[in-house]
């Protein structure tokens, strides 16, 4: 059944109209054939009125909202609202969700210069709305009492950098035991690792990545794994 869908170029011209130009035309949606049938814009009105209270309580500061604590709160909700659907492998899908839903809890999380990738705009990983699903999709665990409580652990740049980015963050086994490993629940999910050694240790699974297929180690083996990289890092540079 039709899902919709909003091209980045008319997105593009309708958040950043040119100067002279008169108000802005809400671009004309267009729809893809997958998939079932949703009712997309109750969808996306809820969503919306879900974000935009969970921005009531992370205020704003100096024009944006406090990201990581959103973000963490916000992952589960995004998860759990949208359906399991091909529309959610269409970059075109989560722009539609984002320009016509989402645009007021874009702008109130990013402050007034609006940033055109943060609708999916140039680079899809970094739509918002994505990357809230993307977080608790890669990590949800229903082995677990809460599920999604590896998707709250961690801060944006952890989430971008190390797993968003990297080729091994799509392993949803191994991205659970980087996790783990660096958040891990006997120190209330502080960090382990300094930014500088986590960087270090990203570029080091990278490299591994090269010649393992990560896709075949569970959990446990994955674990094992980045411990041992770590530690080969550490005793380097000890």
């Known amino acids: 059944m039709p899902y919709p869908i909003i091209g980045r170029s008319e997105a593009r011209a309708y958040l950043l109209p040119s100067d002279g130009q008169a108000e802005p035309i809400l671009p004309q949606v267009r729809y893809s054939d997958d998939g079932t049938d949703e009712d ?6 809820e969503l919306a009125k879900f974000l935009n209270e969970l921005l009531d309580i992370y205020k704003p500061s100096k024009g944006a909202i406090g990201g990581g604590e959103f973000e963490a709160a916000a992952t589960a909700h995004v998860h759990e609202t949208l359906p399991a659907h091909p529309a959610l492998a269409n970059p075109e899908f989560w722009t539609w969700l984002a320009v016509v839903h989402c645009k007021s809890v874009i702008d109130r999380r990013y402050g007034e210069n609006r940033d055109p990738k943060n609708f999916g705009i140039g680079t899809a990983i970094e739509n918002l709305l994505y990357r809230l699903w993307l977080r608790a999709e890669l990590s949800v665990d229903d082995s677990r009492s809460d599920k999604y409580d590896l998707a709250r652990r961690g801060d944006i740049d952890f989430w971008r950098s190390h797993l968003f980015r990297q080729g ?5 086994t191994f991205a659970r035991a980087l996790i783990s490993f660096q958040f891990p629940s006997d120190v209330g999910d502080k960090p382990r690792l300094k930014i500088a050694q986590i960087r270090a240790l990203a570029k080091q699974l990278k490299r591994a990545r090269s010649n393992l297929m990560f896709e075949l180690m569970n959990e446990a083996r994955a674990t094992s794994f980045i411990d041992s990289q770590w530690e080969r890092i550490a005793s380097a540079t000890a």
């Open 168 to 172: 091994y963050g799509n392993c949803r």
């Open 40 to 45: 997309w814009d109750a969808i996306g009105e």
